[in-house]
């Protein structure tokens, strides 16, 4: 699948923002994956620092989405959170908008990784 030039800043504007919420690294892909999660987990191996990294990695033509993450990423994305974030893909993917659907997913793992706020520490009295 190509993207087009708006579609690709789009997606690029929602990893860094994904990464400013929680502090991980994310990663996407769109296209096809040949043997389905193990082309996803290879695919996640090649991201630098791919221990702290979520990849999401969608096949348009096979209607699949696999979320891989790493295993400090892990640590604060469980299999739930993962499942929510696949969801949220599905309600836009389904009408066709695979690109706000994989915004959407990174905007539920980036809100579900992000450090819970200690009001006592981050904000003066």
Known sequence: M??????????TRSVKLA???SG???GVYIGELAQ??????A????LA???SAVLIAVDPDARTIDIV???EAHIFLDD???DFATLAFASCATAGDIVGGVREALIVLAEHARAPKVHHLDEPF
């Open 2 to 11: 190509h993207l087009g030039s708006t579609a690709h800043r789009e997606l």
């Open 43 to 46: 695919r996640h191996a090649q």
């Open 19 to 21: 990464r400013e919420i």
């Open 36 to 41: 389905c999660r193990d082309s996803a987990i």
């Open 69 to 71: 993450t790493g295993k």
């Open 80 to 82: 739930r959170s993962c």
């Open 24 to 26: 991980l690294t994310f």
């Open 49 to 51: 620092a791919a221990e």
